[in-house]
């Protein structure tokens, strides 16, 4: 398992989603207080850039066809069939590290 660095605190607003990518997997990031989220980018349903969706009490909504998946856990709070890949994040001095690669 790898950290990569993505970004800091002071660069992300709240439940507003920026895009990382991390070697050849793009990634959404979302901060939610002092909380922050790293899920797949890539929305299962048809493709859409899941960080410009919209976050409501930690769901983050497709922005093409309103699908939701929750930011802790990746599962759809509707469909349990559906889900994205969530990663793990460690903050360090304002500096916001995700956890990918081999276990
Ligand atoms: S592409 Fe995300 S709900 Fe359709």
Known sequence: ???HRVGSMS???ENVGIAVDIGD???AIFRRGEDVFAID???PHRGAPLHQGTVLDGIVICPWHQWQ???RTGCSPVNPLSRVETYAV??????IFV???ER
């Open 41 to 43: 980018e890539t929305c």
């Open 1 to 3: 398992m790898t950290e």
């Open 69 to 71: 998946f929750d930011l």
């Open 11 to 13: 660069e992300l607003a």
């Open 25 to 27: 997997k793009r990634i």
């Open 90 to 95: 460690r903050i360090e001095d304002g500096v």
């Open 99 to 101: 956890e990918m690669g």
